[in-house]
């Protein structure tokens, strides 16, 4: 027998009240970010594949579903990720603006292989990138930004965690290891794996040997700064990101719970210096990620800083606290030809009518109150 009710794995239909709950976490989201003046954009679903990933990016490569063009003969992609598009827009379409340009999004994305165990395959994608500005002062706004859209849906007890990936590489470039190299310790790093990061920098040399075995022992508060001043060397950007680390940790003390990583490098490779994400109780994985990526929109013509942060709205929602369904109006079908002017205003009104064709329960119908005849007129009365 065929089962053609079946979806793919790691997707999934989302219902009736959940649907709601999601579109309304959605609005509110993209209204404070109206309020804080970024404009809303709407990039396409599908586009070429060659916009939509980086030469070199092979982990959102492989998350790319790609498919022939019938019209120009090549490939397309399905968007896994919409920060290369909104870069596309910076760079090209608004390339007019020259000072700060404050955009923000909501869309579906598609990725061919799960992030994680439990996450699904179509993440809804909401963010917000600030372009124009290289000074600490706009990571401080997005993260500001990223906090309150958090809190704004009602998940609190946040923790952010803060990293600098610019630290690592301003360590490779000066260790003079190689790209192979350098993305197998990156890999290592990622995966937290001690025993194999000790094996891939014996041969380099010092005091960069050290500093490579340093990064995973520093993390904590904010003092594990002072420690990281005194255990690796003073390169540019090391330095650079010590001190913008260091303004973090000034700016949100008291405001929330904050740790910072050296070796949390799990950022997406278009990133460039800080990243941060954001955790709740009970919940291992982030709840949002974000950080710097300049430059990202070179190619595409015009290389500009940028810092952003974005959340899956899918994934998020299942921690989101729950909130009972609004109740509605029943009225009887037979009452609707004389009613049609009240359920009208109802309506107009905010509230739910709903037509009963079957004399069904308030349960079924959603309903608490009903719309009957009174005199001349109509009443909104209680609903058992």
């Not at 053609?4 to 609005?27: G, Y």
């Amino acid at each position: 027998m065929m089962r053609n009710w079946l979806l793919p794995e790691h997707i999934a239909d989302i219902l009736p009240a959940t649907a709601r709950q999601v579109e309304s976490a959605k609005a509110a989201m993209l209204e404070r970010f109206r309020t804080a003046g970024y404009e809303l954009v709407l990039p396409p679903l599908i586009e070429y594949a060659d916009s939509l990933v980086s030469e070199g990016d092979s982990a959102l490569d492989l998350k790319t579903f790609k498919l022939d063009d019938p019209f120009s003969g090549r490939q397309l992609g399905l968007r896994a990720d919409i920060t290369p598009q909104v870069a596309r827009i910076d760079a090209h379409l608004l390339a007019h603006r020259t000072g700060v340009t404050r955009l923000c999004y909501a869309g579906s994305v598609v990725h061919a292989r799960p992030a994680g165990l439990l996450s699904s395959r179509e993440p809804l994608q909401v963010g917000a990138e600030l372009y124009g500005y290289a000074g600490i002062e706009a990571d401080l706004e997005i993260i500001g930004l990223m906090l309150s859209t958090l809190r704004l849906v009602g998940v609190n007890a946040l923790r952010l965690d803060v990293g600098h990936i610019a630290i690592f590489r301003g360590l490779a470039a000066a260790a003079g290891l190689g790209s192979a190299q350098t993305a197998e310790l990156f890999a290592t790093l990622q995966a937290k794996d001690v025993g194999s990061l000790r094996l891939l920098v014996a041969d380099v040399a010092e005091p960069y040997r050290s500093a490579f075995l340093a990064l995973p022992e520093l993390y904590g508060p904010a003092s594990v700064l002072e420690r990281a001043r005194t255990r690796l060397p003073s390169l540019p950007e090391v330095e650079l990101g010590l001190m913008q680390l260091a303004a973090i940790a000034r700016h949100l003390e008291g405001q929330v719970e904050l740790s910072f990583d050296l070796a949390e490098l799990r950022g997406d490779y278009y990133h460039t210096g800080l990243m941060f994400a954001a955790y709740a109780p009970g919940w291992s994985e982030a709840l949002a990620r974000g950080g710097r990526y300049d430059n990202v929109g070179r190619r595409f013509g015009r290389a500009r800083p940028a810092t952003g942060f974005s959340l899956d709205l899918r994934d998020l929602v299942r921690i989101l606290p729950e909130r009972d369904p609004a109740r509605g109006i029943r009225v009887a079908a037979r009452h609707l030809p004389g009613a049609a002017a009240e359920v009208q205003r109802l309506r107009e009104a905010g509230e739910i009518v709903v037509i009963d064709y079957l004399a069904e329960s308030a349960g079924a119908l959603n309903c608490d109150r009903e719309l009957v005849p009174a005199g001349e007129g109509w009443q909104v009365i209680p609903f058992n």
